[in-house]
């Protein structure tokens, strides 16, 4: 099983700390650095120093690591126009080496865009359709032919398709709970589908909804990387557990309900439960960035569990 860690900076966080983080997730061996893209932070919270650009943040860690993945779960497709998110991320491919990935919603958090005067449409599902597939379409024009799209929310028309990405096909991450139209999404246009905070009970049956749309459009559904994100929380003994629980000001025993939490042995516990649903990689939310024993933790006592 792929391990990532996951961030959420719009909650409180400077460069220099989703380096810290970022250079701890190479150095311990997870799979990936990933963050989401919020501009506002969520609950109680100021999210001081305030918000941090995703793909600016990823194009930075891009040249200070190594190996690890760098992406986003999951970049919202009212705050770029295709066209151009297509050119940062084949950028920030390009600087990694290779490493790009793409999460792409449809955006949910109305205040955060009231907060910064970006437009929020009341409908929101056909714009990622088309974001998708301009983006997709872009990187998959071979060099020194053009691409041209006609839509109802965006027109491009004999572009160069330029930038390409290192990547023959920078992976694309479609994710979220729907029933029908995620699915079809996912089937069309990822390369992973991600399930986000789901019951752990219900992975397997939101695995299956996609894998059935595969199937009916004529696309092998091994094809796809299947996925969760749960929160992380763990502690060495019920105390550490605990004291982690209180500095995320979460309740220990939802924690426990719904993430990856509890002592070690029930993280690993956890985790292979999520395993036998399906999942081949789960995206580990981290919410205190400053708790690096966390991943230490994590790495050394969690993983070798796994086998």
Known sequence: MDLRIFTEPQQGATYDQLLAVAQATERLGFDAFFRSDHFLAMGDGEGLPGPTDAWLTLAGLARETSTIKLGT??????????????????????????????GLGAGWFAREHEAYGVPFPAKRF????????????????????????????????????????????????????????????????ATEYNAAFPEIDEIGGMFGRVRAVCEEAGRPADELVYSAALVLCVGRD?????????????????????????????????LRRVAAQGASRVYLQVLDLADLEHLDLVAESVIPQLG
């Open 238 to 270: 019920e105390a550490e557990f605990v004291r982690r629980a209180e500095a995320i000001g979460r309740d220990p025993q939802e924690l426990r309900e719904h993430g990856v939490a509890g002592t070690v042995d029930e993280a690993a516990e956890t």
């Open 73 to 102: 779960l999951v970049t919202s497709a009212t705050f770029r126009h295709p066209g151009l998110l297509a050119v940062q991320v084949a950028q920030v491919d390009q600087m990694s080496g290779g490493r790009a990935e793409l």
């Open 126 to 189: 056909g714009i990622l359709e088309e974001q998708l597939e301009v983006i997709t379409g872009l990187w998959g024009t071979p060099v020194g032919e053009r691409y041209t799209f006609e839509g109802t929310h965006y027109t491009l028309t004999d572009s160069p398709a330029l930038p390409k990405p290192v990547q023959p096909r920078v992976p694309v991450i479609v994710g979220g709970n729907g029933p029908r139209r995620t699915p079809a999404l996912a089937a069309r246009f």
